[in-house]
């Protein structure tokens, strides 16, 4: 099993920045892709960025691509994302998760993580 934590969140004007981590307990997570997603009120959970296991690859909604960077720490045991140059419209909460199939690809699906984080809230004022 795996314990996902997240951090970070926070309410911010408009054209500001936050970084939200991610930290992993209970096993390591140095071998799985992992992601962040959002969910603002009323709407469906959704993809917003993925790596892989080494860092090497990454994935990006086209929402969020140029102004979101994801990497992660594995010695950490660490996820971070880092949001420059917010909007209002990226309010929401904010989740990591973690596949536990070791050969996974990055996935934008929900379905395809099997450990999730409970969340933390991100508010964009304009």
Do not use: H
């Not at 892709?33 to 892989?52: L, N, Y």
């Amino acid at each position: 099993q795996v314990q996902l934590v997240e951090s970070g969140g926070g309410l911010v004007q408009a054209g500001g920045s936050l970084r939200l981590s991610c930290t992993a307990s209970g096993r390591t997570i140095s071998t799985s892709v992992m992601g962040w997603f959002r969910q603002a009120p009323g709407k469906e959970r959704e993809f917003v960025a993925g790596i892989s296991w080494s860092g090497g690859s990454t994935n990006y909604a086209e929402s969020v691509k140029g102004r979101f960077t994801i990497s992660r720490d594995n010695a950490k045991n660490t996820l971070y994302l880092q949001m420059n140059s917010l909007k209002p419209e990226d309010t929401a909460v904010y989740y990591c998760a973690a596949r536990r199939n070791l050969v996974a690809g990055i996935s934008t699906l929900t379905s395809a993580y099997d450990y999730w984080g409970q969340g933390t809230q991100v508010t964009v004022s304009s």
